[in-house]
DNA sequence: GCAGACTTGGAAACCGCTTTCCGGGAGGTC
DNA sequence: GACCTCCCGGAAAGCGGTTTCCAAGTCTGC
């Protein structure tokens, strides 16, 4: 590969100046060397070796994602919104997926450190195994105490900024919109017990019926995923409205219903949570709680990057989209 | 940051032998000596830092994956068929949106270059303009020229390996397949002229047709998203099948047929073409062309590790599937 | 015309790690 | 017991840049 002590070379002047005319610095080069070294750099194809560069500068620029499965559409949102957000820093990003594996993530976490990432986003739901969450934990701090910056969409666990759904208070909100239309038999489709959103998002919704003086939902436990909303939704009982914990499985469960000749919402209403834009087209329209993923995903970049001392978590809250696969009881 | 000399230091041992142990040599080290490093590493929390390793190495761990658009589930699919092979190779991957800009790409390139990543990924399609086409040839050549390796998905234009669907074959399938439910008139959402997939599809199709001795499609251009299918729709004429060059811009079109009281299949019948899986709950089912995304993403990866000498370019089938978006004539 | 303030180019130290090359000690052979 | 290997630890030379520190000009202003 050329390197720079080529072009210097093929330009006649030191590595110190052609390093000031190609690699940004504060001093001035004249106009005349400058030309020669940009010549030379041209006439040879030279690239920065940017593992030297971040050696030699002691900060890199570039910013690590982690999500869990960059082929569901909640994830490449996020990753998105915060890519877009990276490439206006200037940053580049690399990006892992554990598939769900927390030790793949703190693995993960491990190698980005090694790269000495600048920042590292941490996307997804936390498992509620305070074991793993602390070998994470301790992964970051070890992170951290090296002067790396991290943030986190999803449950405020990890001591790190926190870009924090509000899923209780919008599952809240939604059961109360469904009540309103009349509904009082109602099942949750609720995702793995031990993954924080879909529990917070069981518990919010849960709470609200019982406020309500309405009487608890099934819960139905499941993965958290298309298939498992699928699944699940062949346990429902004589419930005429279920919430699926995310849109995800809200699609699922559709699908199972539709298999089994049971029409939606006629038969029975069905909501999600997310508002995946992928799924707009979807039929019958899926009611549900829009989160603004794209901007959570830059936020988290943002507040990761952000020097401040203080951990900050950002609540982020839903808003009920009410669509045509619920129906008012009469 | 904790060093390797930190390390060594508390170790009482040299870099040298510090180096041994913990970042894998074929050299041995004493047990004795070994274990007193590894708990002096552990102690002070150490990671190697890859940038460093990387230079003095000369080879690094990481390939890079160029896509258009992360939450688009064909990108998606592909990346993460890439992703998961790389994963297997104990590679990083360091991922890029251009958001369909053509520059974009070729900055990508260069910096990736400059990353001396391993390999890089270049994935979708390519836009027939020669000059554009020409400047990320020659900036890969570059790339190359170092010694960096390259594979594209998509249209066999660059000169390095390339898995290349068979969109003009799986086109022309398509509308034998059509045909044969007695189809005659019909109508192609064939996306932007100048992208050389969209471009393929529709000549495959209308190749078909002609071969049949069908009239020739009405041939409807537009963006290559959901809204261009959308958009499209709008304009078709009294065709009874439209073919939409990817399923996504199929969703849009049948979202414009629903609005518009159009029933499908029964007023008119619409095809895609990819099978995008997140799209395999869709009502109605989506007729199209499944091409093995995954697959095609990891065998990239392969190719643009693999060490032989001559461009191959391979070739992957599309397999026609019938669903109820489309009727049969009767 | 000259002191002093700025500019600008180059030499060299350094970033953190790998790896070659040396050297000393242990073990094996005759 | 002498000689040869083999094994393993350490010193030091890079890897390809950045940046500090000097030194030599180049401009000012009076």
């Not at 900024?161 to 038999?185: F, S």
């Not at 909303?229 to 005429?240: F, K």
Request: glycine content about 10%; some cysteine.
């Amino acid at each position: 590969m050329v390197t720079l002590e080529d072009v210097a070379k093929q330009a006649g002047v030191s590595l110190a100046t052609a390093s000031r005319v190609l690699n940004g610095s504060t001093r001035q080069v004249g106009a005349a060397l400058r030309a020669r070294v940009e010549q030379a750099a041209d006439e040879l194809g030279y690239r920065a070796n940017i593992a030297a560069q971040t050696l030699a500068r002691g900060a890199s620029n570039v910013i690590g994602i982690v999500v869990h499965d960059l082929t569901d559409p909640y994830f490449a949102a996020l990753a998105d919104g915060a890519m877009r957000a990276a490439a206006t820093e200037g940053l580049l990003v690399m990006v892992g997926t554990t598939h769900r594996d927390p030790e793949q993530e703190i693995a993960y976490v491990a190698t980005l450190h090694a790269q000495r990432v600048r920042a590292v986003l941490l996307v997804g739901s936390r498992v509620a195994d305070p074991a793993v969450t602390g070998r994470l934990r301790d992964e970051l701090a070890r992170y951290q105490a090296g002067g790396g910056r991290a943030a986190c969409v999803g449950q405020d666990l990890l001591g790190v900024d926190t870009v924090a759904p509000a899923n209780r208070q919008g599952a809240a909100e939604l059961a109360r919109a469904l009540a309103g239309l009349g509904h009082t038999k109602f099942a949750v489709l609720a995702g793995p017990p031990h993954l924080v959103t879909a529990a917070d998002r069981c518990a919010g919704f849960a709470g609200a019926l019982g406020e309500l003086g309405l009487p608890a939902p099934q819960v139905i436990h499941g993965p958290f995923d298309r298939d498992g909303g699928y699944a699940a939704a062949q346990q429902v009982g004589d419930a005429t409205c279920v919430f699926a914990v995310n849109d995800v499985m809200a699609v699922g469960a559709l699908a199972a219903c539709r298999e089994r000749g049971i029409r939606v919402p006629e038969d029975v209403s069905v909501a999600g949570f997310d508002d995946i834009v992928t799924l707009r087209d979807h039929v019958p329209a899926l009611t549900t709680v829009r989160l603004p993923l794209k901007d959570m995903g830059a936020r988290a970049l943002v507040l990761a990057l952000n020097e401040d001392d203080p951990v900050v978590v950002e609540q982020v809250a839903g808003e009920v989209v009410l669509r045509e696969s619920v129906r008012r009881m009469t």
